[in-house]
């Protein structure tokens, strides 16, 4: 090959990576879900310090929803306009890390309702379906143990969809979706035993292969704004907002 060759074939791959560069940056700009990439256990803390001084100024019967970066990209202020929410999702957490902070975080307000929303983490560090299942009943028993009138909501683990866009089996990973709904049987089965109300949200994400609607997500994992509107009206369908 000659060199005029050899530069023409060094510029192409150039680039294609720089453009590729700019889309994975692009993607991730999007709906903020840049920081979910880059979320460091200094990061984690200082939310969670974030949340205790906040909590000072939360007035009572709140709803609080509680999980990950799901739950920390939602914008409850827009789609629960005049009710009393509070996010308390912080990006990148397994529900064993949602579990030590509840306390100071969740049940300090003494909330009237709390909404959990997590496991999808603790897939993509291989945590056995047993282990996810039990931490989340740990964190609904640790709520009743604080209040016996605070009502439980546990959503199901959201689908994914590996396949959306470039970036998604990257942020994908190992996750999958029989995975995830064997994972969320066993929320169901558990609900009443445990007294929660078990909301079915995967269902209505889902296109007609079982995967998160490519309408509804960014990369395959996060949603969209779309996803969150569709989420938002299966969760109004079951809850009361006051």
């Known amino acids: 090959m000659s060199d005029i060759r050899i530069k023409r074939v060094f510029i192409i791959i150039m680039i ?6 700019a889309l994975f940056m692009a993607t991730l700009s999007t709906n903020n879900t840049f920081k979910i990439f880059f979320t460091s256990e200094i990061d984690k803390n200082i939310k969670e310090d974030i949340y205790n001084v906040e909590n000072k100024y939360v007035s009572g019967d709140s709803t609080v929803f509680f999980g990950d970066s799901i739950t920390e990209m939602y914008d409850l202020d827009k789609f629960y ?10 990006s990148s957490e397994t529900s064993d890390e949602l579990l030590d902070r509840l306390t100071m975080n969740v049940m300090s307000l003494a909330p009237r309702r709390v909404i959990i929303l997590v496991g999808t983490n603790d897939i ?18 640790h709520i009743r ?11 199901s683990i959201l689908p994914v969809n590996n396949s959306a866009n470039l ?13 995830i709904d064997a994972i969320n ?17 995967a269902s209505t994400l889902k296109d007609e292969n079982g995967n998160l609607k490519k309408d509804f997500t960014v990369d395959g994992l996060h949603l ?11 969760i109004k369908e079951h809850v009361q907002f006051e």
């Open 16 to 21: 294609l990576f720089f453009a590729f560069a």
């Open 81 to 90: 306009k005049g009710h009393n929410v509070v996010n308390r999702g912080i």
């Open 124 to 141: 993509a560090h291989h945590y056995t379906n047993s282990e996810i299942v039990n931490n989340i009943m740990e964190i609904v028993t």
């Open 145 to 155: 143990y604080f209040s016996d009138t605070t009502e439980i909501i546990v959503e």
């Open 167 to 179: 970036l998604s089996k990257y942020v994908v990973k190992n996750r999958t979706n029989e995975n």
């Open 185 to 201: 049987r066993e929320l169901e089965r558990n609900a009443r035993y445990y007294d929660y109300t078990y909301i079915d949200t």
């Open 224 to 234: 969209s704004k779309a996803g969150y509107s569709a989420l938002t009206d299966t």
